[in-house]
């Protein structure tokens, strides 16, 4: 089961360390950041850095707009992270398993992706590979192959304790999301930005994770109406990649209007329509439901 609302292990970059006290001290770090107050220990060694580096970043003028939101950090190990307010029951709600991309986050800072969602209706389990395989080869020191990853979110997160489960995925993490829902039946898996792995170039290197069978297939049962794809309208290769494969597996697509980057969420972010998105995202009970998308 995941740690304790107490732990406090260390996390592996600068930005994730700075997300990890926007959740552990939201209140304490707002005032840092927007008032310039004095920093709380064990945190004071950062004084400088986070002066410098965030006086002046989209998170400090979202963070001055916003109220905290109540989440709890628990670390399950350093590349899987649980948030939660355990004030609110989880049987009222949605379980967001979220598979990051690239750079260890999902797409933006942790903190604004969490702050867009109610810690009253969503429990967070924040999900890395530093390896970039893809989740093939799990999440360090916590599954070493995607099916041990699988298993145990499984026996770790019980889904009959929610009301609902999500798995969700930005670039890198999208795919991997699409593949959980497959295997598990949870109720809706969503993509963002689809980024399909380079497993040739790994076994020619040979760097190649160990394979299971991939449910991402033309074998593949084509109605999956709680597959979602996202991507940005004026992105080729993800809108591409997003349309070959919503037809492949017979998911629904979500065309994100006059977007041409790939970071889909920071667009919305900075047009303030980031959160009710998300919410939409989620806790839509239709299967196929009519989306409604802006960002102007």
Wanted: include cysteine.
């Amino acid at each position: 089961m995941p740690g304790s609302a107490t732990d406090t292990e260390p996390v592996a970059t600068f930005d994730q360390k700075v997300d990890a006290w926007i959740v552990d001290d939201a209140e304490a770090c707002k005032a840092l950041l927007v008032h310039d107050s004095l920093v709380p220990p064990p945190y004071a060694e950062l004084y400088a850095e986070l002066t410098a580096m965030f006086s002046g970043r989209l998170a400090t003028r979202l963070m001055a707009e916003v109220t905290p939101g109540t989440y709890q950090r628990r670390v399950i190990s350093p590349s899987a992270l649980f948030f939660t307010d355990p004030g609110f029951p989880t049987k009222d709600k949605t379980l967001v398993l979220a598979f990051a991309g690239r750079q260890q986050r999902l797409m933006i800072p942790n903190v604004l992706f969490l702050q867009g969602l109610s810690a009253k209706h969503y429990d967070i389990v924040l999900l890395s590979d530093p390896s970039q395989h893809h989740f093939k080869k799990g999440c360090p020191g916590y599954a070493d192959s995607f099916m041990g990853l699988v298993n145990a979110l499984e026996r770790d997160m019980p889904r009959a304790n929610y009301r609902r489960t999500v798995a969700f995925g930005v670039s890198m993490g999208g795919l991997p999301a699409i593949r959980y829902a497959l295997v598990t039946g949870v109720e809706r898996g969503i993509c963002v930005g689809a980024r399909a792995s380079w497993d040739i170039y790994r076994l020619l290197i040979g760097d190649a994770p160990p394979h299971f069978y991939d449910p991402i297939c033309a074998c593949s049962k084509l109605d999956h109406p709680g597959l979602v794809f996202v991507y940005g309208a004026d992105n080729e290769k993800d809108r591409d990649q997003a349309r070959d494969f919503s037809k492949l597996l017979g998911a629904q697509t979500v065309e994100v209007p006059e977007v041409s980057s790939h970071n889909i969420l920071a667009t919305m972010l900075e047009s303030r329509t980031l959160g009710p998105f998300l919410d939409q995202l989620f806790r839509a009970k239709a299967a196929r439901f009519a989306w409604s998308v802006a960002h102007g």
